[in-house]
């Protein structure tokens, strides 16, 4: 059973910034891709960005392009993304999901596995 722990969250002000993470339990963590996704309320859940099981490939939301950066460290089996730029509207449940597969996806159906989520507030 894989297990996903994020952490990172919390209250900010508009223009600063937040690293979230999320380690991994379970599964070879380098053989899948990763991907963080938001949900604010009364809004579907929405992807934000994503990353190949290598590291190599990267995918962001153009709402977040250029202000967050998506990395993985293999050997610590652990997720990261770095939020720059926070604005209001960056508010919302931030979840990091393990795909079934190595490739990058931004579909929520191909992810198997769920974090609990952390929360991350930006006051204007």
């Known amino acids: 059973q894989v297990q996903l722990v994020e952490s990172g969250g919390g209250l900010v002000q508009a223009g600063g910034s937040l690293r979230l993470s999320c380690a991994a339990f379970g599964r070879t963590f380098s053989r899948y891709a990763m991907g963080w996704f938001r949900q604010a309320p009364g809004k579907e859940r929405e992807f934000v960005s994503g990353i190949s099981g290598s590291g190599v490939s990267t995918y962001y939301a153009d709402s977040v392009k250029g202000r967050f950066t998506i990395s993985r460290d293999n050997a610590k089996n652990t997720v990261f993304l770095q939020m720059n730029s926070l604005k209001p509207e960056d508010t919302a449940v931030y979840y990091c999901?393990?795909?079934?597969?190595?490739?990058?996806?931004?579909?929520?159906?191909?992810?198997?596995?769920w974090g609990q989520g952390t929360q991350v507030t930006v006051s204007s």
């Open positions: 999901a393990q795909n079934r597969g190595m490739g990058v996806s931004t579909s929520s159906d191909v992810y198997d596995y």
